[in-house]
């Protein structure tokens, strides 16, 4: 605590206030300091000054901004009271801090983890009451001797303080300037970390509150609804799914007002199993992945977006448990939304996207930004056709078109829009919605595409093997809100049709169900038919596709509209949109309604399965470790591996993350650079120069095995992205194994690489074999002609 000797009890004016802050300032760069040289010095952190260090001093002075600018009030309220009351009060506060600051940064050192919510069970088990005791013992002592020291240093400064006017302002600005700066535990400010947590926590006013540790557990029951319209084989059966970004019930089923424009989509509706009172769970693209392949809940930002790992079960994970292969295939990126980050952690055995396009193949146009979604749908299918081989095990193919999507920047679009345009002339659209259509060709031009596309693929595959034993699997990933909706509820109607030759009959089932439901019926399908293993309990939102008329007594359907936004919630025959109540109508129309018996509880269902979403999501409490089938999943960094990462690389450009491994290689720090590396393709499993990195690394190492592995499969994971080719070339030269440029050279060929370094590094390699040859010709020569004198 600061000493009162030589200073006058007196009205203490803003100089002295400033005084005091900027001693509670130097004290936390003081404690900065010390946490880095204690990292330093056990070996987690390279360097004590470096750039986490100043990162760390910039948000002590945002936090010590904000800090002043609330206390800035109490000090002059204070003053105005009692002379050098105000200031006293501000000095042990400001002391507080400090001690509270030094024992959370001694906690971090010590465990490598930043204090949040539930500090205090974290801390009690982890730190005794005498260790306790002595760092505040410690810190009470260093903190007021050091707060008095840098007050006094100040006083030779005075002229400069007073002019700093209005300080207020000065403050404000500089806690808004570290608003931008991306924060990691090695360089926050612990206390405000903490202070911010728990704020968030007590302000959170609809928390789980169970017994249950995992509240969506629940034993596995064998669905049995779609047995009896299916004629199984022996052999277990293929599964295509495809998920039509944006086509929603506005576009397919007997009743859509815009069904011409899916013409064929609509034919099968009469040839399958057709649900027309089906749902979305979700109103985003990427989002409906997760509720569709493993019946999941949504976090707050979809379930792909949630930072850490999250153990679950899924029709991905029970189908390779059960010998199934497995591709996802997307013209797009699969790193948007961390969807390459989901597909990693479900050991999907390929996934196909926009990198895996070679030249022969033309992006879709850019749109007013300078940006190209990627590929359309025509070359996805195609694609995908022309890499298919057959395989002994049956497989599962998972399709996210994208050709519907805005920009609608579809190939030939002139020729489709002249379609649209003659479809309008030839009066076959209903003339209340002629205005719409006109003023939407692109949109409806690209339905036409993407409805050709999707018949043109399954024609392909009806002349495959495999076709006889094949369950497809047509749904949108919700309806398009480029164009005018009815109600909330339209956003989530989307068609769901199975398509089959497997199938008994063709029919429509009325069900109210949704994506979740999905895993459920299929999961026991297969178990009925074929025994699969399946886990004795499940977490899946869903229960099943087929159930008696529309509406279901004790039906719960989720509807995570998007990002931060979980607004509606189905229970029976009503719907919960904002926070009004809706009947629905026999098409899921909504109808107002008057319920006067506690709203059906529908509002307290929806907050608790809200906050149920919420912890099971952020606390990894979907399904136990011990529950389930496929392996675990890869634990990540260690504690004190993710100290030094986060003090190399702040943010979440991960291409400025590649540089910064790329150059420790280059400087022979390959560890470090290789623990980066791993770090980088937890986050982004699709970072191919990252991939391409680690495999040059092993092979600098002389690990040659080890790089080869690792690059073998990045070029099939990226097989038109010429540096791994190159890479690969390398190690086999390296390693005197050239004869495999034979087999590579096809596939180099075959993705139309034109690189002159490749093409090089071949020539290397056969110049190489050409010569080894003529060398050992000449020595099985020799050694004919020695025998030869001999005789």
């Not at 050192?109 to 005791?133: C, D, H, P, W």
């Not at 109103?283 to 679950?312: C, H, M, Q, W, Y």
């Not at 886990?535 to 087929?546: D, I, K, R, Y």
Request: aromatic content about 14%; glycine content about 4%; overall charge neutral.
């Amino acid at each position: 605590m600061i000493k009162n000797r030589n200073i006058p009890s007196e009205k203490r004016d803003l100089k002295d206030y400033i005084r005091l802050v900027i001693a509670f300032f130097f004290c936390l760069v003081l404690l900065s300091f010390y946490q880095n040289m204690r990292l330093y010095f056990e070996g987690v952190l390279d360097s004590i000054i470096n750039k986490s260090f100043f990162l760390l001093v910039l948000h002590h002075t945002g936090f010590t901004s904000l800090t002043a600018l609330i206390l800035a009030f109490l000090f002059n309220f204070l003053e105005y009271k009692k002379p050098a009351l105000g200031f006293k009060t501000v000095a042990v506060i400001f002391l507080l801090i400090v001690i509270s600051e030094g024992i959370l940064i001694e906690y971090y050192i010590y465990n490598y983890e930043i204090l949040g919510t539930g500090f205090y069970e974290r801390y009690v088990t982890n730190v005794t009451v005498e260790s306790f005791a002595l760092s505040i013992l410690i810190f009470m002592i260093l903190g007021s001797a050091f707060m008095y020291l840098f007050y006094r240093f100040t006083a030779s400064y005075y002229k400069i303080i007073s002019r700093m006017y209005p300080f207020t302002i000065v403050l404000f600005s500089l806690f808004l300037a570290t608003l931008v700066s991306q924060k990691n535990p090695v360089n926050e400010n612990k206390t405000q970390h903490l202070l911010q947590s728990v704020s968030k926590d007590i302000l959170d006013f609809n928390k789980y509150e169970g017994a249950e540790e995992f509240p969506l557990l629940r034993p596995y029951n064998t669905q049995r609804d779609l047995t009896e319209y299916f004629l199984l084989k022996e052999e277990k059966p293929n599964f295509v799914f495809i998920i039509m970004d944006g086509v929603g019930g506005d576009f397919v089923g007997e009743k859509a007002p815009y069904n011409v424009f899916m013409p064929n989509i609509n034919s099968l509706t009469s040839e399958s199993l057709y649900w027309p009172n089906f749902v979305s769970n979700t109103g985003e693209s990427v989002a409906s992945i997760p509720a569709l392949i493993g019946s999941l809940p949504f976090g707050n930002s979809g379930f792909t977006n949630l930072e850490d790992k999250t153990k679950r079960t899924t029709l991905f994970g029970i189908l390779k448990d059960n010998g199934y292969n497995s591709s996802f295939n997307f013209g797009g990126n699969s790193a948007l939304e961390s969807l390459d980050k989901f597909l990693y952690e479900e050991e999907v055995d390929v996934v196909l996207d926009r990198k895996g396009f070679n030249i022969t193949y033309r992006p879709q146009e850019q749109d007013a930004a300078g940006i190209s979604l990627g590929y359309a749908d025509k070359d996805l299918f195609h694609k995908w056709q022309k890499d298919f081989e057959s395989t002994y095990r049956p497989r599962i193919d998972v399709f996210l078109t994208q050709s519907t999507k805005n920009p609608f920047k579809i190939p030939e679009q002139e020729k489709y829009i002249s379609q649209v345009q003659k479809m309008l002339s030839n009066s076959q659209i209903d003339p209340k919605h002629y205005r719409l259509i006109k003023k939407n060709k692109e949109v409806f031009a690209s339905l036409l595409y993407a409805d050709e596309a999707i018949a043109a693929f399954l024609e392909d595959y009806k002349r495959k093997a495999e076709f006889q034993n094949t369950i497809f699997i047509i749904t949108g990933s919700h309806n398009l809100s480029e164009l005018p909706q009815q109600d909330y509820l339209s956003r989530y109607r989307v068609p769901l049709i199975i398509y089959s030759p497997l199938l008994k009959e063709s029919k429509t089932i009325n069900s109210l169900v949704a994506h979740t439901d999905v895993l459920p019926s299929i999961a026991g399908l297969l178990q009925d038919a074929y025994d699969i293993d399946v886990p004795n309990q499940v977490s899946w939102l869903g229960e099943g596709l087929v159930h008696e008329g529309i509406f279901k007594s004790d039906k719960r359907i989720p509807l995570y509209r998007h990002k931060e936004n979980l607004q509606e919630y189905i229970k029976d025959k009503y719907c919960l949109s904002g926070n009004r109540i809706y009947a629905l109508s026999y098409d899921l129309k909504f109808m107002n309604t008057d319920l006067d018996n506690e709203n059906l509880n529908i509002k307290e269902e929806y907050r608790r399965f809200k906050a149920i979403n919420n912890y099971v999501t952020t606390q990894n409490k979907i399904i136990p470790d011990d529950t389930g089938l496929s392996s675990e999943l890869e634990k990540g960094q260690s504690k004190s591996d993710m100290v030094w990462i986060n003090s190399v690389f702040n943010g979440r450009d991960f291409d400025n993350a590649y540089k910064i491994a790329r150059d420790l290689a280059f400087d022979g720090e390959t560890e470090r650079s290789l623990l980066l590396c791993k770090y980088i393709l937890e986050k982004v499993p699709g970072h191919a120069d990252t991939e391409i990195l680690m495999g040059r690394i092993y092979a600098w190492n002389k690990e040659y095995n080890k790089a080869a592995n690792i690059l073998e499969t990045a070029i099939k994971k990226y097989p038109v992205y010429a540096d791994g080719y190159a890479a690969l070339l390398d190690v086999y030269f390296w390693s005197d194994t050239n004869y495999k440029v034979e087999s590579l050279k096809e596939r180099i060929k075959k993705n139309s690489i034109r690189s002159n370094d490749v093409i090089n590094k071949i020539k290397r390699a056969e110049a190489k074999m050409k010569k080894e040859k003529t060398l050992f010709e000449s020595s099985n020569l020799g050694y004919l002609n020695f025998e030869d004198n001999d005789y």
